[in-house]
């Protein structure tokens, strides 16, 4: 811790700095209007606090309830994340509350000190919560990291909820007290670097909707920063540097509570308690409450509304246990639903989000758990099954976190599924309701081709006809390109029932590949030889035989002559 000491003559010493880091990951609620969805892991992308004006005890109240929003801190999946920071609580510092915030602006980090009123301890103690940007609804992000740096004897720093902490080989740190979900540590030594890793506690929270830090001057610490000192933190955006090995050990995260309280209702009761050790469901209006003044609007924080807001059936992860509101005003405009419509192939999964284009009511909240199936004509009230079968169709499902919709077809089943319903309720927990509508495209059954045989011709083969469904046509080859001597073209026989075809004709496809063969016509010349049943090759074959026959005859009565004259 860097600690700040300011007297009379001089301000010294040092300033006491909480490093922590605000790595932020991943499944975290998108924002839609005024809602949000599960997200990805981002596996620790780095958060940015932009710098804000620097405030002083002595112009500015900062005492438990100041809150500070900062817009933008990260961006995830082309979702923006914002943070309100809040100073939660105190004790022991002059006029009960801190001394400075947000300080050191100028380094993008939120600051905060605390100036002991007397002997006793002084603390404070902030809360950043993770919103959806532009509303003021939490959204959960894992893989969060934390850390502390130089503290020294006389201070301690501490975060509530952690899921494990590590700490450097040989380190000065030890943990002080056992309470549940309470990490607090203080050092043996104080030194002179703020970055001493031996005094440096990092910690890692698995998933959160918050980060809740408490800091401060131990008991009796005036002996080390005299009188008028502060002691103060730091939230640096960034990792810690470490060049010594650390040791990690698991924490135990222990059982939350969410309280509700009534907030002055009139009529109706509160839920029961909602507990758990990570995510928790927050509780709808079970017991009806309401105000002569108004309607049931959802939960918040802080009693006057100015707090988070938690619409019923939303789910966070806390740091500790909390306190929640019951909100009232005038009934908003109900929400509304539109139909939606799903298309795709045989025994594959479709995937509906439903609520894309749906809207809550004014100042209201979608409730992505409140979505529910049913077969059309059923009444809202009895329209809540998460998982519906049509017969012989296929099954739907519901994703309680997001709402989206899983439609699961049959293997065998293709064509327009039945219409089923679907409702969803925002946090006044009125209703709406659409339908879907599924359609399963028919399976593509085989393809087929179309060749061609010159039987005997020379040339160029018309090309192959591929890619053919049964039923499609063919324009055939006109016939040019090729030839057969002797004969002229008369057209294809294609095979498979396509039978006789002229040039350019066309042939329907059937379920099979199909050869079509040229078919050859003789010449004139050819024909009326035939007809005469006389073979052209053989009638030249015996001319030639015959001259030969008539030479040599002529050449033996030209030797006879000339020896008997």
């Avoid at 992308?45 to 620097?54: H, V």
């Avoid at 019923?312 to 908003?332: C, K, S, W």
């Avoid at 040039?503 to 010449?523: D, F, K, L």
């Amino acid at each position: 811790m860097k600690l700040d000491i300011i007297s009379k003559s001089a301000e010294v010493l040092k300033r006491f700095t909480v490093v922590a880091v605000l790595i932020a990951g991943t499944v975290f609620m998108l924002p839609r209007p005024a809602s949000a969805t599960i997200g990805s892991d981002l596996n620790f992308q780095a958060l940015s606090f932009q710098p804000e004006a620097d405030l002083f005890r002595a112009t500015s109240d900062l005492s438990p309830g100041f809150s500070r929003r900062y817009e933008n801190v990260a961006t995830i999946n082309g979702s923006v994340i914002d943070a309100l920071v809040t100073i939660a609580s105190q004790s022991g510092n002059v006029n009960n509350e801190l001394s400075t915030f947000d300080q050191y602006d100028d380094t993008q980090h939120l600051s905060a000190h605390t100036e002991p009123s007397g002997t006793a301890e002084a603390s404070g103690k902030i809360r950043v919560d993770f919103l959806a940007d532009g509303t003021d609804t939490p959204v959960i992000l894992r893989n969060i990291r934390a850390s502390i740096a130089d503290i020294d004897a006389h201070e301690f720093g501490a975060f509530f909820g952690i899921s494990r902490y590590r700490l450097a080989t040989g380190t000065q740190l030890t943990r002080f007290g056992s309470s549940a979900g309470i990490y607090r540590f203080h050092s043996s030594t104080t030194g002179l670097s703020n970055t001493d890793e031996l005094r440096i506690l990092e910690v890692d929270y698995d998933a959160t909707s918050s980060i809740t830090s408490e800091f401060g001057c131990r008991a009796n610490a005036n002996a080390a920063i005299g009188a008028g000192g502060k002691c103060g933190f730091t939230v640096v955006v960034g990792t810690p540097v470490r060049t010594l090995a650390a040791t990690e050990t698991q924490a135990v995260r222990p059982t939350y509570a969410i309280t509700y309280n009534s907030n002055a209702g009139t009529s109706g009761t509160v839920p029961p308690q909602s507990t758990g050790t990570g995510e928790i469901t927050i509780a709808t209006n079970t017991g009806a409450l309401s105000t002569s003044q108004g309607v049931f609007l959802g939960w918040n924080t802080l009693a006057n509304g100015t707090g988070i807001s938690f619409p019923p059936g939303y789910t966070f992860v806390p740091a500790e246990n909390l306190t929640l509101y019951a909100q009232y005003g005038p009934a908003p405009t109900p929400p509304t639903a539109d139909n939606e419509t799903s298309s795709g192939a045989v025994d594959v999964n479709q995937i509906i989000d439903v609520l894309t284009g749906d809207s809550a009511g004014t100042g209201a909240f979608l409730n992505p758990s409140s979505v529910g199936l049913c077969t059309v004509g059923t009444p809202d009230v009895s329209c809540t099954s998460t998982s519906l079968i049509v017969a012989n169709e296929g099954e739907y499902t519901v994703d309680p976190k997001t709402g989206v919709v899983t439609f699961n077809p049959d293997s065998s089943f293709s064509g327009p599924a039945s219409p089923i319903k679907y409702i969803v309720k925002d946090s006044t927990d009125q209703v709406a309701s659409a339908t879907i509508a599924a359609t399963v495209s028919s399976a593509p059954g085989p393809s087929y081709q179309l060749s061609y045989d010159l039987d005997g011709g020379t040339g160029t083969t018309p090309a192959t006809v591929t890619g053919l469904n049964q039923g499609d046509t063919t324009t055939l080859a006109n016939g040019t390109g090729f030839s057969k001597t002797g004969f002229t073209f008369a057209g294809w026989s294609c095979d498979n029932s396509i039978g006789t075809k002229a040039a350019g004709s066309t042939a329907t496809q059937p379920a099979a590949n199909v050869i079509c063969t040229a078919q050859w016509a003789t010449t004139t010349a050819q024909r009326s030889l035939a007809a005469t049943g006389f073979d052209p090759h053989r009638g030249l074959q015996i001319v030639f035989f015959l001259l030969l026959a008539a030479s040599v005859l002529l050449y033996s009565s030209q030797r006879v002559r000339r020896r008997w004259p």
